[in-house]
């Protein structure tokens, strides 16, 4: 089935349901899909990455596949930043089977597994503002 939002756009309503991110420009951590404003400061961006296909299911022909998704921390510190990458890498770790209704539409998130340790990138060219990545495989499934 094709998905009627991407990866990472169904993982950004995961985190502001979670309350990890919100939607509002103005809210605490603004949450964003494949682009990054310049303000404010502490922000997330998420973005589709290269997944993994797991074969397919013999009774539906269904392609089994693990969606890959980035998610950016940038973090007026390093200490701001490197606390909420490792509580959004946390908090999504135990999760299974959790809905995430987007519109119309509800997508059931079945787990979210890092690829790796949370990484540091650094900070801003011309900035002080830290940066930090997650990358993650999402199992997920549409329902309407």
């Known amino acids: 089935m094709t998905l009627a939002h991407s990866p990472a756009d169904i993982t950004r309503y995961l985190l502001v349901q979670l ?18 404003p310049d303000t404010p400061d502490n922000h997330l961006a ?3 990455i290269v997944g993994r296909i797991d074969g397919r299911y013999q009774t539906s022909g269904e392609v089994a596949e693990h969606y890959g998704v980035k998610i950016g921390v940038r973090a007026i510190s390093h200490v701001i930043g490197a606390a909420r990458a490792l509580l959004i890498a946390d908090s999504l ?24 340790g949370i990484i540091y990138a650094g900070t801003e060219l011309n900035s002080f503002r830290h940066l930090f990545t997650i990358n993650l495989l999402v199992a997920l499934r549409q329902i309407n």
């Open 93 to 116: 770790a135990p999760l299974a089977n959790i809905g995430v209704p987007i519109g119309s539409h509800l997508y059931v998130i079945q787990a979210v597994t890092r690829t790796g």
């Open 19 to 36: 309350g990890l991110g919100s939607l509002a420009s103005s809210g605490s951590w603004p949450t964003t899909v494949s682009q990054e």
């Open 46 to 48: 998420l973005w589709d």
